[in-house]
């Protein structure tokens, strides 16, 4: 095997000062040459030269840059978290549906592919309390979604798998908030996004709705036994 490029890290000499530097180099021979600060791009463009590389030789693909909000990846498999906000839905069917502004909690993605297997939750709690076991989720109550399993229309269709989980990340948020929710499947579902619909100009609900970790128009439909923690 020959070396063509490394990756160097640095750590301050002080132990109480946690600056960190990551530098990408150039390897010729035994020497190691023009050093630049990593950076996304960067990092992009080494995926794509090592994947170019290695595309006849069965090697590992490397995915490109990891998100922040990621919480899990293994082989085409990953889940990641959406911040509690404002999002832009569509309730109906074609040029029938109506855009509506709607409050929703931190969502959790898990997301197989290539064939766009997608489960959305619900969760009470942001990124660590999640990786520290404490954070709960719930089937997200939506339409198209049944026990946390989402309906993959033609919306998720147009969108081609890629092994790069920051790219399907962008593509199965754009999926799933560009699509038309059409099938309530279940009658208790209408009252929860009503509610979740007028959080949008309520702010003081907005933060009652956190001060509980609960939002209150699941708590007269659900039971503690259908939050369970996720097992990676």
Sequence with gaps: MV????LVYYEHSDPTKRATTVELYDVR?????NPRPLSEKNIEQFVQVF??????KRAAVLCGVIPDNTLYVKDNRMLFLIPAQEHT????????????????PVMVFDYSGPYHSINVYWSNGGKDDILAGQGCLIGAPMPNISS????VGSS?????????MGTMQQRVIKGFFGSTFNEWRDETI????????????DKAGQQKFWAKKRCPALDTLTTAKQ???LKF
């Design 29 to 33: 021979g035994a020497q190691l040459f």
């Design 51 to 56: 994947n170019r590389e290695n595309k006849q």
């Design 227 to 229: 939050w369970r923690k």
């Design 190 to 201: 209408a009252p929860i996004m009503h509610y979740c619909m007028k959080l949008v100009g």
């Design 3 to 6: 070396p063509r490029a490394a």
């Design 89 to 104: 839905l569509f309730f109906g069917t074609g040029e029938q549906a109506q855009k509506k502004q709607v409050f929703l």
């Design 156 to 164: 998720m269709k147009r969108f081609p798998y890629v092994p790069d």
């Design 148 to 151: 946390g399993h989402l309906c």
